[in-house]
């Protein structure tokens, strides 16, 4: 059997499948389905410093081969993840990885320090492409001068694997990947959702309370592994890549376009036992192409 094992920083994962952040819960929700310890990681739901209510309803619409979303990051805060969640959730034989938000620049070293402190976790994804707040979110990553402010803010108070969530809804993903990079990021992760946006002819109104939302799913596909590949092509850090993804060729193609690992995200809604299917079909991939290392397959395009 092919060595799964992959590494992001200091964050040693047993495979290259992860979860994504938002569309997962903290992993707890889906262990009538699948056993999240088989997992090379999960990423959680988006934290913030305080609670969130998240935006009025509508706020999911179906689109022909992906889902539109402004939750806009419900949680009930850092502390109470700290004190509630994770210590359930440590429990299970997998990486956790929180998902930092933030308004301001503060609220995300806020965020950051508190979990700098968490002896279990080993490392944050900055989401600095969240589309779906009103202030901060993808404001930051999609601005160069304050994404660098934001990485470069956290990294000195956060001393483990510190992992930066790129918009794709910006001309030059490849550069905001070098800014990040440069300001201290260990990795890059990418995408995030597409500003979309859903109407209802009928009542001739726009579906989500919010009228814009992000894409995401299938249809993202194509659009989120050139991101990769560019992104892989300008960077030395390690990027993890997702959009789209629904099985194992999926993410074996995101690999080959540079991803060292990959997340699943709006498959998880259809599939919740996708992730794993994946595992195994990647193992049967290595088997079949006389993979021994998996990490012989990124970047690895002929
Ligand atoms: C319902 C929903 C909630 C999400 N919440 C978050 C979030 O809290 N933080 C974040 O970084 N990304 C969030 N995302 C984005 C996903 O993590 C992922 O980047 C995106 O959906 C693309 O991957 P996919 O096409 O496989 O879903 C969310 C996506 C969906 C569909």
Do not use: W
Request: charged share 20%.
């Amino acid at each position: 059997m092919a060595d799964l094992n992959v590494t992001i920083g200091d964050l040693k994962l047993k495979n290259p499948v992860t979860t994504a952040s938002g569309t997962f819960a903290y992993g707890e929700e889906f262990k009538e389905f699948m056993d999240p310890g088989k997992l090379g990681g999960i990423f959680v739901k988006g934290l913030t410093l305080h609670n969130r209510e998240g935006n009025p309803y509508p706020r999911m619409a179906e689109t022909a081969s992906g889902m539109l979303n402004s939750v806009g990051l419900q949680n009930k805060g850092v502390d109470h993840f700290i004190e509630e969640i994770f210590p359930r959730i440590k429990q299970f034989n997998t990486q956790i990885i929180a998902n930092v938000n933030g308004s301001t620049i503060e609220d995300y070293i806020r965020v950051a320090e508190k979990l700098n402190g968490l002896g279990e976790m080993h490392a944050i994804e900055l989401n600095i492409s969240c589309p779906n707040v009103k202030e901060g979110g993808m404001a930051f990553g999609i601005n160069p001068r304050s994404a660098r402010e934001a990485t470069e803010a956290v990294r000195k108070v956060y001393n483990k694997t510190l992992i930066v969530k790129l918009s794709p809804n910006v001309t030059d993903i490849a550069g905001m990947a070098r800014i990040v990079e440069d300001a201290g990021a260990d990795a890059v992760s990418l995408v995030n959702t597409f500003l979309g946006m859903a109407i209802d002819a009928e009542i001739r109104h726009p579906i989500l309370s919010t009228v814009t939302g992000g894409l995401s799913g299938p249809c993202i596909k194509p659009l989120a592994l050139r991101m990769v590949y560019d992104v892989y092509k300008a960077v030395s850090i390690p990027v993890i890549g997702m959009g789209g993804i629904m099985n194992a060729i999926d993410a074996i193609e995101f690999m080959l376009a540079g991803a060292t690992a990959i997340q699943i995200g709006t498959a998880n809604f259809t599939d919740p036992s996708v992730s794993l299917k994946v595992i195994d079909g990647i193992t049967d991939y290595c088997k079949r192409h006389g993979v021994e290392n998996i990490v012989e397959l990124v970047g690895g395009l002929e």
